[in-house]
């Protein structure tokens, strides 16, 4: 059974930043691609940026040049740095794999705000 935990969420000031963690259980993880989705108010979940196995990274456009996604497959952890934050970045947070989400976990909410 796989599980998601995502933390590291909280409130900024514009232009602040957060490091979102996402601890994964089961083994399962460590060979697939992962990736961060987030969910604004009355939006869409859109996924913002995933990393291969390998350590490839995507990033949405929104978001390019600001965040990082990186893995630590040993620690099974996936994380979102995440820079010059803007108040459009504000929604609930997720991990899960790519391009098939399939284990929600029960997010983490940023909200950027002065």
């Known amino acids: 059974q796989v599980q998601l935990v995502e933390s590291g969420g909280g409130l900024v000031q514009p232009g602040g930043s957060l490091r979102l963690s996402c601890a994964a259980s089961?083994?399962?993880?460590?060979?697939?691609?992962m990736g961060w989705y987030r969910q604004a108010p009355g939006k869409q979940r859109e996924l913002v940026a995933s990393?291969?196995?390998?350590?490839?990274?995507n990033y949405a456009d929104s978001v390019k040049g600001r965040f990082t996604i990186s893995r630590d497959n040993a620690q099974n952890t996936v994380y979102l740095q995440m820079n010059s934050l803007k108040p459009e970045d504000t929604a609930v947070y997720y991990c899960d794999t790519v391009p098939v989400p399939s284990y929600w976990g029960q997010g983490t909410q940023v909200t950027v705000s002065s």
């Open positions: 990393i291969t196995i390998r350590g490839s990274t």
């Open positions: 089961g083994s399962t993880l460590r060979i697939a691609a």
